[in-house]
């Protein structure tokens, strides 16, 4: 998934040549020819451990539809809403048929009236097999605007090794977590925790940790500066402070990742889109040394965000039929299950879940029964926007440049002018 979910409410908007022309349906649609065809154009925003095998799954949509082809791009994450953005505003020029958008794009996308609504369209196959959060974020306004392709939370990545030599078990609250890292510096002169200080999506857990939450969306009010709010901040600045945990504002993804593959820390916050890249690190040559446990507890228990994606369809596609087919097939559960076994990525179907390769798999299964009791964002448009007032408060919070007292206070009320008068 992401290198920085926050981010792409600052990159610029780019504009990226890729055509999508065509036309025809399929056998359920179809009024001229009886099969589709023509172009359909992809964006996938899946990370470099990951495009390879989305790369060939798209491209491998042919053997069941030959008279269509398949244009992949590989968009970075943090650039794909504003490219997409762009190019649809412009009058679709360079727009995909089908996009990988990020759950919280997926509202905003149908609020601006980008994404083609697909209810009853071929796009979505026996709907009663997807996970019920995962649907759920595909529904604006009463329709249906995207096909859940995978669905995610995060988790605690440890080094068994080095807690092993540390003498520690995996921590399952915070107080835990600082009394590990004090005994893993100890013993093995490493950090016990790399926190990421660069992305908003790394202050949920401890915002849910705290029993907190961004907003209160069916009571119309602001929450993320309640006291849980202010606690939140103050427990994520309590780690680095006690020196448990190092930070980084500048590229925390790439310094993250390289410090666990490397063994220069102990744990990491993270979700299963980064479980084979974690696992192509020199400590984890032997890949059992990987462990995932849930997120440290704050003083209001555990609580981590619902993520994945979900597949949109551009309403201004030249091809929808061959766009809607796409989609699905890319959301089947012959697909998921292949990405699940090459990736560890969660299905968004129940079924795939009952397949030995994917019940075997012990990272799955941990995330399986993580995202049931995960905490769904808010399913509004402003949803992606929300991230962009912790990102700016969040760096200056770890490094004690601000108290958490005046972040919270920010970030509420920037929450406040993004949501208009009717928010209290």
């Given amino acids: ?54 790369k060939k799954l798209a491209e491998d949509f042919t053997k069941k539809y030959p ?42 996308l149908a609020n601006i009236g980008y994404l083609a609504p697909l209810d009853d369209t071929p796009a979505l196959d026996k709907q009663l097999d997807y996970l019920p959060q995962a649907m759920a974020s595909t529904k604006f306004e009463g329709k249906t605007y995207g096909v859940p392709q995978v669905i995610d939370t995060m988790g605690l990545f440890y080094n068994k090794k080095m807690l092993d030599e540390a003498g520690v078990k995996p921590p399952t ?27 908003a999506y790394w202050f949920l857990p401890f915002l849910y940790g705290e029993g907190g939450d961004l907003l209160d969306v069916k009571a119309k009010r602001v929450t993320v500066d309640d006291e849980s709010g202010v606690k939140a901040f103050a427990a994520a600045r309590d780690l680095v402070e006690s020196g448990a945990a190092v930070t980084d504002a ?6 993250m990742q390289n410090a666990i593959k490397n063994g220069d820390v102990a744990m990491t916050i993270n979700g299963p889109w980064a479980i084979e890249d974690t696992l192509g690190g020199k400590a984890f040559k032997d890949r059992s040394n990987l462990g ?76 399986r029964d993580a995202v049931d009791k995960a905490v769904e964002r808010p399913w509004i448009p402003e949803g992606n926007s929300l991230f962009q007032a912790i990102l700016v408060e969040f760096p200056g919070v770890l490094t004690g440049k601000t108290s958490p ?3 919270a206070e920010a970030v509420g009320k920037a929450y406040r002018k993004l949501l208009k008068d009717d928010w209290k």
Wanted: charged share 25%.
């Fill in 1 to 54: 998934m992401r290198r920085g979910i926050a981010a792409t409410a600052l990159v610029a908007a780019l504009a990226l040549a890729a055509t999508a022309c065509g036309d025809g349906d399929d056998k359920t649609q179809n009024k001229s020819s009886g099969e589709i065809s023509g172009t359909v154009t992809y964006w996938d925003t899946s990370n470099d451990a990951e495009k390879a095998t989305y």
């Fill in 67 to 108: 008279k269509v082809k398949v244009d992949y791009v590989n968009v970075p994450f943090g650039e794909a809403l504003n490219k997409f953005k762009n190019a649809a505003g412009s009058g679709g020029s360079g727009a995909p048929d089908v996009l990988r958008a990020e759950v919280a794009w997926t509202q905003d």
């Fill in 173 to 199: 609250t915070l107080t835990e977590l600082k009394a590990a890292a004090k005994k893993i510096k100890e013993k093995t002169g490493k950090t016990g925790l790399y926190l990421r200080g660069d992305d």
């Fill in 250 to 255: 500048t590229d925390g993804w790439e310094n």
């Fill in 292 to 367: 995932v446990v849930p997120i440290p507890a704050g003083s209001g228990g555990q609580g981590s965000p619902q993520g994945g994606h979900n597949l949109a369809v551009y309403a201004g596609s030249d091809n929808l039929d061959a766009s809607y087919a796409f989609a699905r097939y890319m959301s089947s559960a012959e697909v998921q299950a292949k990405t699940t076994e090459a990736l560890s990525l969660l299905p968004t179907r129940a079924s795939v879940y009952n397949k030995p390769e994917v019940a075997s798999n012990a990272n799955v299964k941990f995330f």
């Fill in 405 to 407: 007292e005046d972040a």
